[in-house]
T-cell receptor, first 108, second 111 residues
Framework: DAKTTQPTSMDCAEGRAANLPCNHS???????VYWYRQIHSQGPQYIIH???NNETNEMASLIITEDRKSSTLILPHATLRDTAVYYC?????????FGAGTQVVVTP | SQTIHQWPATLVQPVGSPLSLECTVEGTSNPNLYWYRQAAGRGLQLLFYSVGIGQISSEVPQNLSASRPQDRQFILSSKKLLLSDSGFYLC??????????FGSGTRLTVV
């Protein structure tokens, strides 16, 4: 069973920040949180991952709550090409457990 | 740099026919390898994973099998396809802290 829950869908205006929430209340202390996105009929693309500390790379920022029960992916300036399904995934003993993800639609 | 190759991109097979999907990784050694399946509108479901040559672990009971004949080669097979085997099949690899990288996928339609 998936260990994460995400909103089914989210709209975002082009150029604005997109904040994608994820709940992982049963996460264990040594399990990483990964974020991937998938454009239709393509393989998932890695975005970012973290354990306890907040992380930032060229694509996004990841904010993890202190109790690690939830996290937020931030796309700082959404573009039309960011339209995709975004998956918050827990790495459980070397195996990724995917939920249904959030369909993000970026509009002009 | 590391790359992952998966083929074919699309496949239409009749019920009862055999299946063989191949995945290869370049630019690394002894990776962990994975096969996932994605039903329409759903998330990915882990089918098999392998931590080394000849070492295969199955996550769900099914009509499929996997083999790892070489270090960087992972094969998904079936002797007789069912309609329910239709889906989007993805291969992935990981190693240490590098994380997980997915292939481009194979869309299988069983008719």
């Amino acid at each position: 069973d998936a260990k994460t829950t995400q909103p089914t869908s989210m709209d975002c205006a082009e150029g604005r920040a997109a904040n994608l929430p994820c709940n992982h209340s049963t996460i264990s202390g040594n399990e990483y949180v990964y974020w991937y996105r998938q454009i239709h009929s393509q393989g998932p693309q890695y975005i970012i991952h973290g354990l306890k500390n907040n992380e930032t790379n060229e694509m996004a920022s990841l904010i993890i709550t202190e109790d690690r029960k939830s996290s937020t992916l931030i796309l700082p300036h959404a573009t039309l090409r960011d339209t995709a399904v975004y998956y918050c995934v827990v790495d459980s003993w070397g195996k990724l457990q995917f939920g249904a993800g959030t369909q993000v639609v970026v509009t002009p | 740099s590391q790359t992952i190759h998966q083929w074919p991109a699309t496949l239409v097979q009749p019920v009862g026919s055999p299946l063989s999907l191949e995945c290869t990784v370049e630019g690394t050694s002894n990776p962990n390898l994975y096969w996932y399946r994605q039903a329409a509108g759903r998330g990915l479901q882990l089918l098999f994973y392998s931590v080394g040559i000849g070492q295969i672990s199955s996550e769900v009971p099914q009509n499929l099998s996997a083999s790892r004949p070489q270090d960087r080669q992972f094969i998904l097979s079936s002797k007789k396809l069912l309609l329910s085997d239709s889906g989007f099949y993805l291969c992935a690899w990981s190693k240490g802290a590098i994380g997980y990288t997915f292939g481009s996928g194979t869309r299988l339609t069983v008719v």
